[in-house]
């Protein structure tokens, strides 16, 4: 169980949506300031996200999956949430 931003995530489901999230930028060949900068998050908050150790907002959530060229559903739905 890790804490997260005062909250504990015992399922895990942080680190596996940011596992998810730098799968698929892997995969486009981004780099992590290059995602922040589409996603305009900060990239030291981004690299938090992709390691599970910031609950991800919603807005946060649609702004990342939009420069994945991804719908959130399916970033979810990837990282078995």
Sequence with gaps: MSRVSGASDESGALKRLGSRI???RRELDLSQEALSDAAGI?????????????????????????????????LLARARL
């Design 22 to 24: 730098r799968e698929r």
């Design 42 to 74: 900060d990239r030291s908050h981004m690299g938090k996200i992709e390691r599970g150790e910031r609950n991800v907002t919603l807005l946060n959530l649609v702004r990342i999956a939009a420069a994945l060229g991804e719908l959130p559903s399916n």
